[in-house]
């Protein structure tokens, strides 16, 4: 297997202007949580998937305040708290995704679930491709679909 050597960037810009668009808004929640120091994501989406998001940050020990269409996160370089409880996500597949590939870092046992059509949504592929990498997951109900435990 080929490697690639991925060398992190000193610094980005603390501000991005965010699209209104829930995909993007959790992107950038996800992003911001794995920074150092606080992001400021001007025209984020509130959205039941940017409110499941920042909830499950929340119980990660990452803080996010909402000033209107602004989130200030206050990034902890992907050092996150056990969440003591499963974390949940409700539809938001991209949150899903981003979560589970962003928790293998975190050195703790967590899972990952969502609501009932969250748990019909097909996550396989990426057990697998994480898994490849040396993480390890695994689909609650060994149907490759949500709950997810890391």
Do not use: F, M, R, W
């Given at each position: 297997m080929e490697r690639y050597e991925i060398i992190p960037t000193s610094r980005i810009a603390e501000t991005h202007a965010v699209p209104g668009s829930k995909s993007y808004t959790n992107r950038a929640l996800t992003i911001a949580a794995l920074a150092r120091g606080s992001?400021?994501?001007?025209?984020?989406l509130e959205s039941d998937d940017t409110h499941v998001a920042r909830a499950a940050l929340k119980h990660l020990g990452v803080t996010v305040e909402q000033y209107g269409l602004t989130f200030v996160v206050h990034g902890h370089q992907g050092e996150f708290i056990d969440p003591q409880q499963p974390l949940f996500l409700g539809n938001s597949g991209t949150a899903t995704r981003f979560f589970t590939a962003m928790l293998t870092l975190a050195g703790f046992p967590c899972t990952i679930t969502g609501n009932a059509r969250m748990q019909e949504r097909?996550?396989?592929?990426?057990?697998?491709?994480?898994?490849?990498?040396?993480?390890?997951?695994?689909?609650?109900q060994g149907n490759g679909r949500p709950p997810v435990h890391i």
């Open positions: 992001s400021t994501l001007h025209g984020a097909p996550i396989a592929d990426l057990l697998e491709a994480l898994n490849q990498l040396g993480a390890e997951l695994t689909s609650v």
